[in-house]
């Protein structure tokens, strides 16, 4: 038995397009996963003319605070990795020529969505 089978990990979003890979790949490793996934009649608001009023960003924003929080009091949490959406690395209003190198540097710009009213993309990047 290897190191990492039979150990538990909560995967939130199981159903998303990276974390189902990443659940593929923690079964196949041995791991236990507890998949939650978001409550399908819960809107997803993509636009709003007043982002505002949307709850889309509070949501985003929220929800990975509170996973955080919960997670900060769990002393067997040995880490917490967050993934998202290409809205949240690829909206900053430069080019993305052949020789970018998209890292952490290139992430998103909360300002340059929210003046391109990219409310989806912002909660995201916010996020």
Same mark, same amino acid.
């Given at each position: ?29 041995? /791991?236990?996963? &507890? @998949?939650?996934? $978001? !409550? ?7 636009? *709003? ?41 690829? /909206?900053?209003? &430069? @080019?993305?020529? $052949? !020789? ?7 992430? *998103? ?19």
């Amino acid at each position: 038995m290897s190191e990492e089978e039979g150990k538990v990990v909560t995967v939130i979003g199981a159903s998303g397009f990276i974390t189902s890979w990443l659940v593929k790949l923690l079964l196949q490793r041995g /791991y236990i996963v &507890k @998949p939650i996934v $978001r !409550d399908p009649t819960s809107p997803v608001i993509i636009s *709003s003319a007043d982002h505002r009023k949307a709850p889309l960003i509070d949501s985003a924003v929220n929800g990975t605070l509170n996973v955080l929080k919960s997670s900060a009091k769990v002393s067997s949490i040995k880490r917490v990795v967050v993934t998202s959406s290409v809205a949240a690395v690829a /909206y900053n209003g &430069k @080019p993305l020529t $052949r !020789d970018v190198v998209v890292d952490e540097t290139w992430f *998103s710009d909360a300002d340059f969505c929210e003046k391109s009213k990219f409310w989806f993309n912002l909660s995201k990047t916010l996020a």
